[in-house]
């Protein structure tokens, strides 16, 4: 039986992120995990932030396991850049995968419930078994 990650929503993960559009309201970034140097599983990709998302746009987060082993996907965290007590969640994780050593899954979610005054740049973070990797930016604008 292969070791599987558990690709999901809230506080653990580390990866990275390639940008890349989706088809209509849909944008996609891609998550690449793989061994460090000292054969811990980091991200092997820089990140790439989002840019000019809208209210109701869809996130795609396309994830690729080059670890061995079992490794804890998620992205959260999300905080407005210019003020932290502003809306913490924007984005609603939507679907979660399961992703085996050398596979692939997804992540997908959601811009909900955003008012003009939440509009904004916000950094969330990819974690790789709790723990932050990176720290990427999306800026919701509309």
Known sequence: MKPAILVAFGLSFASAIVLGQGQGN???AQIVIGPGSDGACVVT???????????????????TNN????????VGNFKH????????????????????????GVIEGR??????E???????DVLI??????????D???
């Open 26 to 28: 849909t944008i996609t």
């Open 45 to 63: 990709t820089s990140p790439a932030d989002i840019h000019s998302a809208k209210r109701n746009y869809k996130i795609r987060w396309d994830v």
């Open 67 to 74: 670890c061995d082993g079992t490794r804890t996907v998620t």
């Open 81 to 104: 850049e210019n003020d932290e007590n502003r809306r913490k969640d924007p984005i609603r994780i939507d679907k979660v995968d399961n992703v085996a050593s050398n596979g692939t």
């Open 111 to 116: 811009i909900k419930g955003i008012k003009d």
């Open 118 to 124: 939440d509009l904004g740049t916000y950094k969330y």
């Open 129 to 138: 078994d709790g723990v932050v990797a990176v720290d990427p930016k999306i």
């Open 140 to 142: 919701i604008d509309g």
